[in-house]
């Protein structure tokens, strides 16, 4: 199985910083990667899939990047809506499995 | 608009068994592949299951297999999970999701969840 890590785990940050958040992949995915956004109490809502690829409705301010091992995402100016947890997921194959989680708080 | 509505969760004991089901709407539902995953309380997002858009492949995670299965109906919309031998590890907020694709993608739509609880 593929396992998925996160880092870090817990971020501590201000409006207007620019964030970043890792994740890698214990095989190579190629670009099989999304991004996840959940708030306290609701369901997860995606923001980047095939690693850099940009849902629709989502704000441009939301990035990412990598292929392989390693990926990022990206928030170039982190906006009061942005408090939340953020999760990767591969989909290269089965079983599919996500990061453990970013929760990014304010500082 | 897309809608997936999840019921069927509750307290159970251990070792008994429940079913849950999805409800999808706002889109053509035997085009697209459905997941399930869950959440334990305070705990990140665990994939459980998928299956194709017409039934024809079915993919569990390790803690899951050979105690839940998936499967859909195609003529009411509608997925479901049968879980059987229940344990307290099992206990999370089940969530329906819409893969993006066929044969496994990203999530694109999700439910609201349903609420499991394995507890005697």
């Known amino acids: 199985d593929i396992q998925m890590t996160q880092s870090p785990s817990t971020l501590s940050a201000s409006v207007g910083d620019r964030v970043t958040i890792t994740c890698r992949a214990s095989?190579?995915?190629?670009?099989?990667l999304a991004w996840y956004q959940q708030k306290p109490g609701k369901a997860p809502k995606v923001l980047i899939y095939?690693?850099?690829s940009l849902e629709s409705g989502v704000p441009s301010r939301f990035s990412g990047g990598g292929s392989g091992t390693e990926f990022t995402l990206t928030i170039s100016s982190l906006q009061p809506d942005d408090f939340a947890t953020y999760y990767c997921?591969?989909?290269?194959?089965?079983?599919?499995?996500f990061g453990g989680g970013t929760k990014v708080e304010i500082k | 608009q897309v809608q997936l509505v999840e019921s069927g969760g509750g307290v159970v004991q251990p070792g008994r068994s429940l079913r849950l089901s999805c409800a999808a709407s706002?889109?053509?539902?035997?085009?697209?592949?459905m997941h399930w995953v869950r959440q334990a309380p305070g705990k990140g997002l665990e994939w459980v299951s998928v299956?194709?858009?017409?039934?024809?492949?079915?993919y569990y995670a390790d803690s899951v297999k050979g105690r839940f299965t998936i499967s859909r109906d195609n003529s009411k919309n509608t997925l479901y999970l049968q879980m059987n031998s229940l344990r307290a590890e099992d206990t999370a907020v089940y969530y329906c999701?819409?893969?993006?694709?066929?044969?496994?993608?990203?999530?694109?739509?999700w439910g609201q969840g349903t609420l499991v609880t394995v507890s005697s």
């Open positions: 999701a819409r893969d993006f694709g066929v044969y496994g993608s990203h999530f694109d739509y």
């Open positions: 706002g889109f053509i539902f035997n085009n697209y592949g």
């Open positions: 299956i194709w858009y017409d039934g024809s492949n079915k």
């Open positions: 095989q190579s995915i190629s670009n099989w």
């Open positions: 095939k690693a850099s």
């Open positions: 997921q591969h989909y290269n194959s089965y079983p599919l499995t």
